[in-house]
């Protein structure tokens, strides 16, 4: 089973802030990595698939990147609606798994 | 539009069974995956089951590897997660979502509203 470890467990950010939220494979998942954001009581939502590709609706200042076991979600500039857990998750081989999450959270 | 609608809150007892539903509207089925994800209280997205839909191919989680079943009424456009021998670590919200299943589609792109499962004596 590939484990996916998230780094770091919490990110404290004001509004208006970059995040940077990295994800790594315990072996190489070429590019089929996602991107989830959680808020709660609601649905978790599609961001980021195949490392870099943006889901519908979803705003431009979120953008993935990374290959190999590497990956990173880049947030250019917080919104107030932004702050929520993000999960990656892979998608190379069966089964598929889930990181264990970053909580990005107000400063 | 794209609708997965799952069934409504259940209670069980260790030992028993639950069965929940997802019924899915605005999209051809058999373009598409089924899978189940689930997220118990505190914890992160876990993911367990996987459906294609044309081929009936099904992949699982080792968690749950030989306790669950997946089924499909193509007539209903509903399928199916059922989960036996239900212990306390399965009390956890329980999502459908629509997945890729051999293209280009993004992986779970739509979500079901969840459904609670408690497991308690």
């Known amino acids: 089973e590939i484990v996916l470890t998230q780094s770091p467990g919490t990110l404290s950010l004001s509004p208006g802030e970059r995040a940077t939220l990295s994800c790594w494979a315990s072996?190489?998942?070429?590019?089929?990595l996602a991107w989830y954001q959680h808020k709660p009581g609601q649905a978790p939502r599609l961001l980021i698939y195949?490392?870099?590709n943006r889901a519908t609706g979803v705003p431009a200042r979120f953008s993935g990147s990374g290959s190999g076991t590497d990956f990173t979600l880049t947030i250019s500039s917080l919104e107030p609606e932004d702050f929520a857990v993000y999960y990656c998750?892979?998608?190379?081989?069966?089964?598929?798994?889930f990181g264990q999450g970053t909580k990005v959270e107000i400063k | 539009q794209v609708e997965l609608v799952q069934s409504g809150a259940e209670v069980k007892k260790p030992g028993a069974s639950v069965k929940v539903s997802c019924k899915a509207s605005?999209?051809?089925?058999?373009?598409?995956?089924i899978s189940w994800v689930r997220q118990a209280p505190g914890q992160g997205l876990e993911w367990m089951a996987w459906?294609?839909?044309?081929?009936?191919?099904?992949k699982f989680g080792q968690k749950v590897q030989g306790r669950v079943t997946l089924t499909t009424d193509t007539s209903t456009s509903t399928f199916y997660m059922e989960l036996t021998s239900l212990r306390s670590d399965d009390t956890a919200m329980y999502y459908c979502?629509?997945?890729?299943?051999?293209?280009?589609?993004?992986?779970?792109?739509?979500w079901g509203q969840g459904t609670l499962v408690t497991v308690s004596s």
């Open positions: 979502t629509r997945d890729r299943a051999n293209g280009p589609q993004p992986p779970n792109d739509y």
């Open positions: 605005g999209y051809t089925l058999t373009n598409y995956a």
């Open positions: 459906i294609d839909i044309s081929k009936g191919i099904m």
């Open positions: 072996q190489s998942i070429t590019g089929y």
């Open positions: 195949d490392t870099s």
């Open positions: 998750h892979q998608r190379a081989n069966w089964p598929l798994t």
